[in-house]
């Protein structure tokens, strides 16, 4: 029997807790957002830090893949709400379709 990763474990909450996040930063009244935002918006849509960190690893893999770089992981300049939003539904999309 293989030992799972929190990650693994967590992926079936994902894209519900990535939805709730791109809904948290939609109703933002600034119109630029950090990646502090993003950890904050993920852990207010859980009181599970595991989820939550695993819903955060899902999201900076699918920035990874699209070329948005390491915005997550360093201190990056604000981006547009609507944006970081629009990219976290299409990660929770594609977390969805590879279950």
Same mark, same amino acid.
């Given at each position: 029997? #293989?030992? *799972?990763?929190?990650?693994?474990?967590?992926?079936?909450?994902? !894209? $519900?807790?990535?939805?709730?996040?791109?809904?948290?930063?939609?109703?933002? $009244?600034? +119109?630029? &957002?950090? $990646?502090? /935002? &993003?950890?904050?918006?993920?852990?207010?849509?859980? !009181?599970?830090?595991?989820?939550? %960190?695993?819903?955060?690893? %899902?999201? /900076? *893999?699918?920035?990874?893949?699209? #070329? +948005?770089?390491?915005?997550?992981?360093?201190?990056?300049?604000?981006?547009? @709400? /609507?944006? &970081?939003?629009?990219?976290? @539904? +299409?990660?929770? /999309? *594609?977390? %969805?379709?590879?279950?």
């Amino acid at each position: 029997m #293989g030992m *799972t990763t929190p990650s693994e474990t967590h992926l079936s909450t994902t !894209p $519900p807790l990535l939805r709730a996040a791109a809904d948290l930063l939609a109703a933002l $009244p600034h +119109a630029r &957002v950090l $990646p502090s /935002d &993003v950890h904050h918006a993920l852990r207010r849509s859980t !009181p599970e830090y595991g989820a939550a %960190q695993a819903a955060l690893e %899902q999201y /900076d *893999t699918f920035l990874q893949a699209n #070329g +948005a770089g390491n915005w997550l992981r360093c201190w990056a300049a604000p981006r547009s @709400r /609507d944006e &970081v939003a629009t990219e976290l @539904r +299409a990660a929770a /999309d *594609t977390t %969805q379709a590879k279950r």
